[in-house]
């Protein structure tokens, strides 16, 4: 029986910990933090349920829809489409397609012109019957460069666009690659934007139960310092111990599996800061379970009603929101907090805010990996390490989700050619 070791209990590294598992391996995961998960972690305190940064699942990833049990994870939908906000102004787009009851809202929005919203429809069925995996292989260009190329409007893309992608790619200029867009346009047409109802961490919970019951050992809490490749295999140097392996897969983030192998991996990054707020329960804010999008400018980005979605999120006579600025912004908790309650004070002129209470702030420089046109030629492979030294990562595949569980798949494929 072959010994692997993993180093890391992000997503990646526990799709890859379960396979290796399944198939036969003796597996042992090594993860430096106390829980597993990695950048995808939920804190619970006082009733309330804070994901690190705003994080949602798309039901439609191809990697989603393997790995993971959905039913067990008690999904909470969002509504298809969001609600645009400027000051003293609010309106509902969506597909109606998929959201009936929107119809009438969204074929009157004045925001968004007739023309735009007949391109979006035809550009839903010229997606539906491309394999993923084409997408993501096309041609490339700007979000920006290839919506104009496409006759979207400029109103569209300030509208609609730069606030919408500007949360998923965490760059508001589209200046992302637009095979990132197409292939999340794809999955938004054909699943749902959820969350789990105890949090996305329980999406690494249950990766790390079916990791366990495969066989795999998890162990927490301890840090990697070095690898070291000898003639049978790899030697992984912790803080208290050393763990020979036949092979090694390494699921960290990108700079110290650079540190630790020596591969190039993506140095910039995409950062952004995101502010829960309490808010008592009888103030409505009419969302519809629709994330609300600043198309005025990106002082927040958007704001998302989670417990209208999830009501599990909050405690009783409470809801919580989710207020999420793009970059790195340096402005202090309070000022941002602040901000956040002018900008709803100026979308919602009959609500009174005064209670709005700044709960948590989670400050995220590294939350992806830039995604220019042709990123994609530029990530590391799988088996570019010396040895039988393999790498697992979102930065092995593209920056989402579904890369970092689709490259714990391919890590463990990989590992299986080293040691068969």
């Known amino acids: 029986m072959s010994h692997v070791a993993v180093v890391g209990g992000g997503l990646a590294g526990l799709v890859a910990a379960r396979r290796l598992a399944e198939s036969g391996a003796e597996v042992e995961l090594l993860e430096r933090e106390e829980t597993v998960g990695g950048r995808v972690r939920t804190a619970h305190e006082d009733g309330f349920t804070f994901d690190r940064g705003f994080q949602v699942?798309?039901?439609a990833y191809p990697a989603v829809q393997r790995e993971l049990d959905l039913r067990a994870l008690s999904l909470r939908r969002f509504t298809p489409g969001a609600v645009l906000a400027r000051p003293r102004h609010r309106s509902v787009l969506s597909d109606p397609l998929r959201d009936p009851g929107s119809a009438t809202e969204t074929l009157f929005n004045r925001e968004i012109q007739l023309t735009d919203k007949l391109r979006t429809f035809a550009l839903q069925r010229e997606l539906r019957h491309r394999d993923p995996d084409e997408?993501?292989?096309?041609?490339?260009d700007t979000i920006e460069s290839y919506l104009a190329a496409r006759g979207f409007s400029q109103a569209y893309v300030e509208n609609f666009a730069a606030p919408f992608y500007g949360g998923i790619t965490l760059d508001r200029s589209l200046g992302t690659s637009s095979a990132v867009f197409e292939y999340t346009f794809k999955m938004l047409s054909a699943g749902d934007i959820a969350v789990p109802a105890d949090g996305m961490g329980a999406i690494g919970e249950q990766l790390a139960d079916t990791a366990a019951e495969a066989g795999a050992t998890i162990r927490t809490g301890v840090p990697v310092r070095s690898l070291d490749t000898t003639g049978d295999g790899v030697r992984v140097d912790?803080?208290?111990?050393?763990?020979?392996?036949?092979?090694?897969?390494?699921?960290?983030?990108?700079?110290?599996?650079?540190?630790l192998t020596g591969v190039e991996t993506p140095t910039e990054s995409r950062g952004c800061v995101t502010q829960h707020f309490s808010l008592p329960a009888h103030v409505d804010l009419e969302t519809g379970k629709r994330l609300v999008l600043n198309t005025a400018d990106d002082r927040p980005n958007q704001v998302v009603p989670m417990t209208s979605v999830a009501p599990e999120y909050a405690p009783d006579g409470q809801q919580l929101l989710s207020a999420t600025f793009l970059g790195t912004p340096t402005q202090d908790d309070d000022v941002l907090a602040a901000e956040v309650r002018e900008a709803l004070e100026s979308w919602y002129p009959s609500r009174r805010f005064s209670e709005l209470d700044l709960l948590r702030t989670d400050r995220i420089e590294f939350a992806q990996f830039a995604q220019p046109p042709g990123f994609?030629?530029?990530?590391?492979?799988?088996?570019?390490?010396?040895?039988p030294v393999v790498l697992a990562g979102d930065y092995t595949r593209w920056s989402s989700i579904n890369g970092a569980l689709d490259s714990g798949r391919v890590a463990a494929e990989t590992v299986g050619r080293h040691v068969d």
Do not use: M, N, Q, W
């Not at 997408?135 to 490339?140: A, H, I």
């Not at 912790?238 to 599996?257: C, F, R």
């Not at 994609?376 to 040895?387: I, S």
């Open 376 to 387: 994609r030629d530029t990530l590391p492979d799988a088996d570019a390490p010396a040895g």
């Open 135 to 140: 997408v993501l292989d096309g041609p490339d």
């Open 238 to 259: 912790t803080l208290d111990d050393e763990v020979h392996a036949d092979a090694v897969v390494v699921a960290t983030d990108p700079k110290a599996a650079a540190d």
């Open 57 to 59: 699942l798309f039901t």
